[in-house]
């Protein structure tokens, strides 16, 4: 598996409570991405990172925010949680160079009561 | 719009029969696709990636630009390869690039 790590990897939080979730990688790669996965609707992307404190929304980007200040430490933010965010969150990284292959950390389950 | 279809939601093969994961796809310029796979709790992993052309645990898949496919391929299942398969599709516009995921396929392999 590619050097990338999530924590925490499991989280009950309570509605309304902020809550914080890094993905850190040991690769040195530039792009950065958070997806959620619930079933029924598979991968969905929430942000993305194409460098050190350049993010961009995805499509389910409501409700969550990121920050990048080190190329090794993505962070997803929900600033107030709700039961809706109930969720698996994996993170990805992916290479300048070779082929445009993401690789994901072992995600996180976040149940939001 | 950049889509990706996967029709199956769920798709049940006995061991040793063929296996065929449907995977179509939208895409304005010209496409890349890959093939994830996640076993049960865990990552996602990359399985195949069509500019490759490879092989991987007895997989295949080909690019059919003109009816927009990616199926994914294998001649006798195992048990082994039960697991959520993912087709993406790379979309890149300006600076940015991502990946687009079709929702799944479950395949169960029984024995």
């Known amino acids: 598996d590619a050097g990338i790590t999530q924590s925490p990897r499991h989280k009950v939080t309570e509605t309304g409570t902020p809550v914080t979730l890094r993905c850190h990688q040991t690769e040195n790669h530039r792009y950065m991405y958070w997806y959620r996965q619930d079933p029924g609707h598979g991968l969905r992307l929430i942000h993305y990172s194409y460098g050190v404190k350049d993010t961009d929304k995805g499509e389910v980007s409501d409700g969550y925010s990121v920050s990048r200040s080190k190329t090794e430490d993505f962070l997803l933010t929900l600033e107030s949680a709700t039961s809706s965010q109930t969720s698996v969150y994996f993170c990805?990284?992916?290479?300048?160079?070779?082929?445009?292959?993401?690789?994901f950390g072992p995600g996180t389950r976040l149940t939001v009561t | 719009a950049q889509r990706v279809t996967q029709p199956e939601k769920l798709l049940s093969v006995f061991k040793g029969a063929p296996v065929e994961l449907k995977c179509n796809y939208s895409y304005s310029g010209s496409p890349e696709l890959f093939w994830y796979v996640q076993y049960s709790r865990q990552r996602l992993q990359l399985l195949l990636r069509h500019i490759s052309r490879e092989s991987i645990k007895g997989f295949t898949a080909d690019l059919n630009k003109g009816e927009t496919s990616f199926h994914l391929k294998k001649p006798f299942a195992q048990e082994e390869d039960s697991a959520m398969y993912y087709c993406a599709l790379r979309h890149v516009q300006g600076g940015s690039e991502k990946l687009v995921f079709g929702k799944g396929t479950k395949l169960t392999v029984n024995p």
């Open positions: 990805a990284i992916r290479g300048d160079i070779g082929g445009y292959e993401q690789y």
